[in-house]
């Protein structure tokens, strides 16, 4: 199935995906993909995000001034959010050492209780 997955946009701007299955089109946006889970398909965008409040970073850091995505640095709470997100958004069971970046602008949004488009970031 991955193999004829086709990423896009529709008329209006929403990410989309498209495949066919023996002869069948299927098509999903983000909104529908939201709805079918039961997450959000509206909000911020992950690629609009400024991640620049210190009070967020506090929440995620026992340094604020010390941003390193390890074991020693991110508090407790942090580290069980990561790891889930590593995951099921990144599909990877790794450590601290390669943390993506959507990894972490989701952790950012978690923690900063940010309305963020959870369907789009997903897909």
Known sequence: F?????????DEGL????SKVKGT?????EVQFGEMLNIRGTGM???????NDNTIW????SNELVRQWDHDHLRPLARF???ILQYNLAGQNAGFDRVP??????TYAIFGGIQMNWARTIL
């Open 45 to 51: 965008d992950t690629a609009d995000l400024e991640l």
């Open 101 to 106: 970046h959507v990894i972490k602008i989701a």
């Open 81 to 83: 959010v990561i790891r």
């Open 25 to 29: 089109h299927i098509y999903i946006n």
């Open 15 to 18: 990410v989309t995906y498209s």
């Open 58 to 61: 506090r929440r995620i850091f």
């Open 2 to 10: 991955d193999a004829f997955l086709e990423i896009g946009e529709d």
